[in-house]
């Protein structure tokens, strides 16, 4: 089955930046475009950014514009987010997701746990 | 594009039926409208998709329907590991947005 896996999340304070990457593995990375879904604690989904399959496309969520950057690296099957200015409404678990269908999100990863907080 | 989901929560027995809604403020384009199952501690899972699809290995006691503005999910009869959390979310227009959940719940 189809795997994403992010790497560990952490505890950043406010205006602070961190860097979440999501590796993949089984399937072919480089077809697919990718992206992240987030979920702050005992709320709902919010998608947050995507990146086309080649990299050559990204999409931000307005709460998000300007302050994150989304990557990737296909030869490494490897999807990165670069957060910076990170508010205490940025705390969430974050999601690797895989993209099929435009904006359908059709595989998850685990997630990572991002706090913002002094 | 808005989507209200009802009711919140859910409080059913297994082997009882259960019907949740998804309300779109404007219609869903294709009807590309989809659900997915959240357990406590998991990510969510996708089980629906095209409004009626069902995904690889989703039992097919889980069931969509709808199109336009008003989307439900049927599970036929409820399985102790289908107690979870259900989301829509509409993937026809940008940005794509989900519903604030309903909870199953016994």
């Known amino acids: 089955e189809e795997q994403l896996l992010e790497s560990e999340g952490g505890l950043v304070q406010p205006g602070g930046s961190l860097r979440l990457s999501c590796s993949a593995s089984v399937f072919t990375f480089k077809n697919y475009a990718m992206g992240w879904v987030r979920q702050a604690p005992g709320k709902g989904l919010e998608w947050v950014s995507a990146i086309s399959y080649g990299g050559g496309t990204t999409y931000y969520a307005d709460s998000v514009k300007g302050r994150f950057t989304i990557s990737r690296d296909n030869s490494n099957n490897t999807l990165s987010l670069h957060m910076n200015s990170l508010r205490v409404e940025d705390t969430a678990v974050y999601f690797c997701?895989?993209?099929?269908?435009?904006?359908?999100?059709?595989?998850w990863g685990r997630g990572a746990l991002v706090t913002v907080s002094s | 594009i808005v989507l209200t989901q009802s009711p919140g929560t859910l409080s059913l027995s297994p082997g009882e039926r259960a019907s949740l809604s998804c309300r779109a403020s404007?219609?869903?384009?294709?009807?590309?409208l989809a659900w997915y199952q959240q357990r406590p501690g998991q990510a969510p899972r996708l089980l629906i998709f095209g409004a009626s699809a069902r995904a690889s290995g989703i039992p097919a006691r889980f069931s969509g329907s709808g199109s336009g503005t008003d989307f439900t999910l049927t599970i036929s009869r409820l399985e102790p590991e289908d107690f979870a959390v259900f989301y829509c979310q509409q993937y026809g227009s940008s940005p794509p947005t989900f519903g604030g959940g309903t909870k199953v719940e016994i």
């Open positions: 404007q219609s869903v384009s294709n009807n590309y």
């Open positions: 997701v895989r993209l099929t269908w435009g904006w359908l999100f059709d595989y």
